[in-house]
């Protein structure tokens, strides 16, 4: 033992500041190994949800699939009493672990604005709460954009009518590609495409099949001229010739929800009985 109560004194101190400093050391090892566990199970938590969401959208979307692959064979029934009406009726269906409501809707009741005359389209805009003289307008524009209108305008007129609004192209003179395409057309905002776009397709005939469950479509039909109706040119179709609008919901498990839409024309004068003209989903 050391006499020199000074040499004494300054070797207690170090090794309390030694031993202190090891302490500190362990404790802030401790922490980094609990920060890197911490991660690499939050890590492996959020893979985990990942791909159990990933999973459960694929089960619903199969089984939207297999019931709208129902609806089709069941469209295509050999008797017409043993078909699902297009009517808007939802149908029930249980496909694996998940619940599917059908619902089948007629195409032809509503208005193909490549095919509709502009008496139709004025109708229609004014129906969704357009005032008069701007449904006149826009139903012009957008016969003029497809090219069916029966007193075109004047390409250099449509020209200059589209850059005096800021817009750097003019109407093509073409059926529309996309639903989508509308909302370039002059006049038409985003609010009045979103309250046109209910009622209309891209696949039905020029004129709306009568007695369909569409109050807009009904109440703009009834405002068209009948004249007018009467001088709607239409391309000959097979009687049999359906076009229906199949919406399929699936739900499944952990909640997952998913709407599949298929447009399907059915008639016998097609290879397989029946061809797919449209697909789209959204996840909910």
Known sequence: MDC???????????????????????LWTLVLVAFLVLHLTTGGHTEMR??????????????????????????????????????????????????????????????????ASPALLEALARV????????RLIAQAIADWVGSSPTPT?????????????????PPGAPLASM???????GVSPELYSALRPHLTLYGPPEPEPGGTDPVVAAAVAETPRAVQAQIPGAPVP?????????????????????????????????????????RNTIE
């Open 128 to 135: 969704v709460g357009t005032d008069p003289r701007s449904a």
């Open 239 to 279: 009687p049999d010739t359906l076009t229906v609008r199949i919406i399929a919901t699936a739900t499944g498990l952990g909640n997952a929800r998913l709407s599949r839409t298929a447009i399907v024309r059915v008639s016998s004068s097609l290879p397989q009985g029946y061809a797919v003209l449209a697909w």
């Open 50 to 115: 990942i791909a159990t969401n990933l999973e459960s959208n694929a089960v619903v979307m199969a089984a939207a699939d297999g019931a709208i692959s129902a609806a089709i064979f069941n469209l295509t029934a050999p008797q017409p009493d043993e078909r699902w009406p297009t009517n808007g009726v939802p149908h029930e269906l249980t496909i694996g672990n998940c619940w599917v409501e059908v619902r089948l809707e007629n195409e032809a009741a509503r208005i193909n604005p490549n095919l």
């Open 4 to 26: 020199n109560p000074v040499r004494w004194w300054r070797r207690v101190q170090f090794e309390n500041r030694s031993a202190g400093f090891a302490l500190l050391i362990v």
């Open 154 to 170: 004047p390409p250099d007129t449509l020209k200059a009518q589209y850059q005096s609004a800021g817009l750097d192209y003019a």
């Open 180 to 186: 989508d395409e509308l909302t370039r057309v002059l």
